[in-house]
């Protein structure tokens, strides 16, 4: 039987690759001009980072990259900056 500690460890490494993987695709997509399917798959995905077992790093690299992806899109949209705000701060 594992212990809890190594489960905890498991589930980190999991969560790691999922984060991994979804901020890859979100890139692709910034980088394809397809700024809503980026912001939509980030904002989606900020509620598996609310677990317990992702690391700060992990989370920070997804908030970090939803921030750059609502920068960008006020500066063609000039949209609302209340959550662009909340999200870089």
């Known amino acids: 039987m594992q ?50 077992e992702v690391v700060p790093q992990d989370h920070l690299k997804l908030l970090l990259l939803y921030g750059k992806v609502l920068t960008v899109d006020h500066l063609i949209h000039r949209g609302d900056t209340d959550l662009m705000f909340s999200t870089t701060l």
Do not use: K, P, V, W
């Open 3 to 52: 212990s809890l500690a190594s489960t905890n460890d498991e589930f980190t490494r999991h969560y790691t690759t999922a984060i991994d993987a979804l901020c890859e695709i979100a890139h692709s997509y910034f980088f394809l001009g397809r700024l809503d399917d980026a912001q939509h798959l980030l904002r989606t995905s900020l509620q598996m980072i609310e677990a317990s």
